[in-house]
């Protein structure tokens, strides 16, 4: 395969993310400004300039029409996907881990860091209108000093509850409505880097620093599988076509500040595919020359894309290898 | 999308004409439904006329009607410039990358294992059991609970024989650092001092008896070509193709590490003698380095 080369930021990427047809992909990093992107032939839509800190979190509404971005600069912006200007900009007390849109698109949670006397809280705003959002959220819980630092978020089905990854290695269930922890999955030993639902949100993967990505029923919070590898994993995806090719899709490597200071072989920083039931590698995809932060299928599942610490995005499209590829029983 | 996109310095007929002519001539586009090729003309940064040809492959894809009125949006931001179609200097088409399917899985850990072995040989003889003498601590010794009353009803008589040698013999060769002594012994003199030191190489663990070595190549030999002439031997894991400095040329030979010994004997037996480029190959095993 040929992929596709973004070279649109100046900083390591942070997150990727494709709208749900999958016709656009987002990518974020730690420079200011988070990209948009056709994903067809890799053609630029634009940049959305406003942000003076990293870009730590990014998610879109299912319509494709709104783009809220997490910043390290303690604010939360929302954009104008089509226009690119910024309709509403949020200022916290922190920076901005986390960001999810709800399932319907009206809410967003986003957790804050614990950071200058501040906890690490995670909050539910209304963004009906989206020009004129309410500050103070509707939920509020603090996750600091009874739980450690939460970084990503996620909704759960049917926008009930909202599921929380931590800097110690759990996620934690919440209701919404209460406040309340109702289940907490406790079975990672480092951070979770990141949480990605499976196409129909029912099964959610999470990668961690502890070199493995576990895979979880999203309704009882039980660890279904485990993929192994010997690397910190950074990100996780599952492809949208479960019932044809259940594969997972694991991104990561060695940490980009250890790189120099252990003598391993070099690389490692290849996307690396899984048998989802099998929990076993059956392939693998060099490209990046620094680890991967962010991967995600694209929503027809006919390829992927990765967004790297080297600052590249690239855009694969399967070849048939991938599709004639036989595991063995 | 740009399927290739090439740049060709004008020929001396060329500028003739273009003198001539005065200006640069317009830009040319061909489309034929399937593919459009676009000729520019322009000048570059040493004043010399530059013919860049463009070939871009046209698809045509039915998308649902949003994706289509999204495809029609104008740019923003640090792309509001940019004209319809990828800009080279943000979007560009990687080279080839293949999907590495591991069907061989044994054997990567075979690999492991022997990493593992080698690591545990080095570790043999640096521990020593003071009670059974075997390779392993005197804490994790089997023979502990039997031995060790023994050893130390034996120990009061030894301790005794021990002092009367070590007196007797002061003048005996130092131990490492000689730090009972307190004395400061130059490095040559001490314990292992003449002893060569290790290569970087050897130390690197690079495995050298599956390497060949290839004599008799032509200039023009890269590495993909011996790639692809000893591939289908068996797995490589390194090609070192002598090159000159300067000219970038190949100088003639080349070192294979195959995976596999037995590869490396067959690729030996078949490719030794062989016709490649107008040059007979010769294909022999490569001597371990630091031994020529």
């Known amino acids: 395969m040929k992929p596709i080369m973004l070279q649109g930021h100046e900083r390591s990427i942070t997150q990727i993310k494709f709208n749900r047809e999958g016709d656009l992909l987002f990518s974020a990093s730690k420079d200011p400004k988070p990209n948009c992107w056709y994903s067809i032939n890799g053609e630029r839509l634009g940049t959305y300039d406003g942000h003076s800190g990293a870009v730590w979190s990014i998610d879109v509404k299912w319509d494709s029409t709104l783009f809220v971005t997490g910043s390290a600069d303690q604010s939360m912006r929302i954009w104008d996907i089509e226009t690119g200007t910024s309709l509403s900009n949020l200022e916290m007390k922190t920076s901005v881990r986390g960001v999810n849109f709800s399932y319907s698109g009206t809410m967003i949670a986003y957790t804050t860091d614990k950071m200058m006397g501040h906890n690490s809280e995670l909050n539910i705003i209304d963004v009906r209108d989206p020009k004129d959002v309410d500050p103070t959220p509707i939920m509020k819980t603090q996750v600091t000093p009874n739980n450690a630092k939460a970084l990503s978020v996620l909704w759960g089905p049917l926008d009930e509850y ?86 997972v899709v694991l991104g990561g490597g060695q940490e980009a500040m250890d790189v120099t200071t252990t003598s391993s072989r070099i690389g490692k920083f290849d996307a690396r595919f899984f048998h989802l039931v099998f929990e076993e590698e059956f392939a693998r995809v060099k490209g990046h020359f620094g680890p991967i932060n962010s991967i995600a299928f694209h929503p027809n599942g006919k390829g992927y894309a990765s967004g790297g610490e080297d600052g590249y995005v690239r855009v694969h499209v399967f070849d048939d290898a991938y599709y004639q590829f036989k595991f063995d029983f | 999308m740009p399927a290739a996109e090439d740049t060709v310095k004008s020929s001396w007929a060329d500028e003739v004409e273009e003198v001539e002519g005065g200006n640069l001539p317009p830009p040319v586009e061909k489309n034929d439904g399937t593919s459009k090729t676009i000729t520019e003309y322009s000048m570059n940064d040493e004043g010399k006329k530059v013919k860049i040809i463009s070939y871009y492959r046209i698809e045509k894809h039915r998308v649902a009607r949003t994706i289509a009125e999204r495809k029609t949006w104008r740019k923003y931001g640090l792309s509001k410039n940019d004209k319809p179609g990828p800009n080279p200097a943000t979007t560009i088409t990687a080279e080839d990358v293949f999907m590495h399917f591991l069907s061989n899985k044994d054997e990567e850990q075979n690999e492991q294992e ?78 292992g001092g003449s002893k060569k030191g290790e290569s970087m190489m050897s130390s690197r663990g690079r495995d050298e008896t599956a390497t060949v070595r290839v004599t008799n190549l032509s200039e023009n030999t890269r590495e993909q070509d011996l790639q692809d002439l000893f591939r289908p031997f068996g797995d490589i894991s390194r090609i070192f193709l002598a090159k000159d400095k300067n000219t970038g040329q190949s100088k003639g030979f080349a070192f294979i590490n195959f995976k596999r010994r037995e590869d490396a004997a067959k690729a030996i037996q078949v490719l030794n003698g062989y016709g490649y480029d107008h040059l007979i190959l010769s294909v022999e095993w490569a001597k371990p380095s630091g031994t020529q």
Not at chain 1, 194 to 205: N, V, Y
Not at chain 1, 207 to 229: H, I, Q
Not at chain 2, 123 to 128: A, E, N, S
């Open chain 2, 114 to 191: 022997e990493i593992k072995k080698k690591l545990l040989d080095q570790q043999k003889g640096q521990v020593k059991c003071r009670l059974c003498k075997e390779d392993h601590w005197t804490k994790q010794c089997p023979y502990k609970d039997k031995l060790e009353p023994l050893r130390s009803s034996l120990l009061g008589e030894e301790a005794a024989e021990e002092e009367t040698p070590a007196q007797a013999t002061p003048a005996e060769k130092p131990k490492i650092g000689g730090v009972t002594q307190g004395k400061y012994i130059p490095p040559s003199m001490r314990d």
């Open chain 1, 162 to 247: 909202v599921i929380t990854g931590h800097e110690d290695g759990c996620i934690i269930k919440w209701d919404m409505r209460t406040g309340k922890k109702i289940e907490i999955g406790q079975e990672h030993t480092k951070q979770i880097k990141d949480m990605q639902l499976s196409h129909d949100g029912l099964m959610l993967i999470t990668a961690s620093k502890d070199t493995t990505a576990r895979l979880w029923d999203v309704g009882t919070l039980e660890c279904l599988k485990m993929y192994k590898t010997d690397r910190p994993v950074n990100s996780a995806a599952i492809t949208p076509l479960l019932d044809t090719y259940p594969h």
